[in-house]
């Protein structure tokens, strides 16, 4: 049993340190882990998003394996208990399922999903899983997908909710603002959800060549003309049912809504830094009857069904462009930064990769 663990470790400012921590053995209900992937979300390159909760422990999207079980752990949905040895998905946040937002289906707002945590967090060698996080988003992993295919489980699920929330129905029309990893699944999600056109949209060159990989039967450079004229134009002049915006960037927020279709849907997927404001032209958006909607993490149903999506063959292998070691952390996250070079970036924390 562990009495320490390896972690990269955000200071603030942009700095990332490898470090030891403490670790404690698991509780009643809880699981000890050790980390065998973890993904690199692009949120936590953000500075300003990363410097409001400096210093953490980095790192949300982990595959791992059991190496210690607290009394009792298991999941409350089909009862066995969890063992040694397997391998399972670990969602860093799991709401409650009994308060009055868990019974609506708004799990991330639940007071409890705020609140749980891994201990030290997902990038580190081990790691400590609450006994809430393992009743209700633990995931046993399939041998049939890669560690690498399953760090994407939790980036997915938010993908998953995204187009969910959006109501888009098969035939729709969809564009992607923003063509890293979130929006390459969103594409895969909206072609597999039956989209009759699926559109991406980006100014670095390597992603638009890379599109058509990941599901878009179009690809539209967003510094050759204005989107909403290329949009329209592929579109027989009525723009996109569904418009999903990526980047956290009221540019592309505002290329988006000129982009929708009349009675479509706007879905914001990144946020913008606090204390910024996106002015809206109402009145046209009113008569439009454009809905807009924000799409915030995801929650247990939503992690399952992107489970669901990869054991059946989501065609995601391509997402995977770099990966390093834990000590390389910062040398990662440099990467991650990077739109000419990376898409899906993966950290091994027990070995070299």
Aim: aromatic fraction near 6%; glycine fraction near 10%; proline fraction near 7%.
């Amino acid at each position: 049993m562990p009495s320490s663990t390896r972690a990269a470790v955000y200071e603030g400012g942009g700095r990332i340190a490898v470090r030891d921590l403490p670790i404690a053995p698991p509780d009643r209900g809880e699981l000890l882990v050790r980390v065998n992937a973890c993904g690199l979300c692009a949120s936590e390159a953000l500075v300003w998003y990363a410097d409001g909760k400096a210093p953490f422990v980095l790192g949300h999207e982990p595959v791992a394996e059991i190496v210690a079980c607290g009394t009792g752990a298991m999941p409350a949905r089909d009862g066995a208990p969890f063992s040694v040895g397997e391998r399972v998905f670990v969602h860093h946040h799991a709401p409650c399922m009994t308060c009055r937002r868990c019974r609506r289906g708004d799990y991330v707002q639940c007071t409890t999903w705020r609140a749980t945590r891994l201990d030290p967090g997902a990038l580190a060698q081990f790691a400590r899983v609450p006994a809430e996080n393992v009743r209700h988003d633990v995931l046993r992993v399939p041998d049939s997908l890669s560690d690498d295919t399953a760090t994407l489980i939790e980036p997915l699920a938010t993908v998953v909710k995204s187009v969910r929330r959006s109501r888009m129905r098969a035939g729709d029309r969809v564009l992607v603002l923003g063509l890293g990893a979130m929006g390459m699944m969103h594409m895969l999600v909206a072609r597999e959800r039956g989209s009759a056109l699926v559109i991406g949209a980006d100014r670095v060159t390597s992603r638009l060549e890379r599109a058509q990989a990941f599901g878009a039967s179009l690809a539209l450079d967003v510094d050759q003309a204005p989107l909403g004229d290329q949009v329209r134009g592929a579109t027989g002049g009525d723009g996109a049912e569904i418009v999903f915006v990526t980047p956290g960037s009221r540019a592309a927020l505002e290329s988006a809504a000129d982009c929708v279709a009349p009675g479509g849907t706007l879905v914001a997927f990144t946020p913008l830094p606090p204390g910024e404001l996106w002015p809206l032209h109402q009145n046209d958006l009113f008569f439009k009857d454009i809905t807009i909607v924000m799409s915030y993490s995801a929650g247990p149903d939503d992690t399952r069904e992107a489970l669901e999506l990869l054991s059946h063959g989501l065609a995601v292998e391509g997402l995977f462009t770099h990966r390093f070691g834990l000590e390389q952390a910062a040398q990662a996250y440099a990467m991650v930064k990077n739109p000419e070079a990376a898409l899906k970036v993966i950290v091994y924390p027990n070995k070299a990769p």
